[in-house]
């Protein structure tokens, strides 16, 4: 069964920055597309940045262009989110997700199948 098992998260002022991580296991993830998206209480996941395993092309959502980067590290299995310039607006709990049929530009929760069950940001002012 595939896992996907996020840590990193934190507490930081507003301009720090926090890498995420997030382990994947349960097969070769070859031809999915792998993504990073958050969700504070009350409101929607929304998603924030996705990468294709094979190729790593990236997509990114609006909000975190020019402060987030997403990678990919094929031996160890595990997709990061490096995050900069850090807004309080960021604060959320941040999830992974995989969706196995690779389909790029997908910014939709629903589009992923896989989860992993999140870690938490906090950024202060």
């Known amino acids: 069964q595939v896992q996907l098992v996020e840590s990193g998260g934190g507490l930081v002022q507003a301009g720090g920055s926090l890498r995420l991580s997030c382990a994947a296991s349960?097969?070769?993830?070859?031809?999915?597309?792998m993504g990073w998206f958050r969700q504070a209480p009350g409101k929607e996941r929304e998603f924030v940045a996705s990468?294709?395993?094979?190729?790593?092309?990236?997509y990114y959502a609006d909000s975190v262009k020019g402060r987030f980067t997403i990678s990919r590290d094929n031996a160890k299995n595990t997709v990061y989110l490096q995050m900069n310039s850090l807004k309080p607006e960021d604060t959320a709990v941040y999830y992974c997700?995989?969706?196995?049929?690779?389909?790029?530009?997908?910014?939709?929760?629903?589009?992923?199948?896989?989860w992993g069950q999140g870690t938490q940001v906090n950024v202060s002012s």
């Open positions: 997700a995989a969706d196995p049929f690779g389909r790029m530009w997908r910014d939709a929760a629903r589009d992923y199948a896989y």
């Open positions: 349960g097969r070769t993830f070859s031809g999915y597309i």
């Open positions: 990468i294709k395993w094979s190729g790593g092309y990236t």
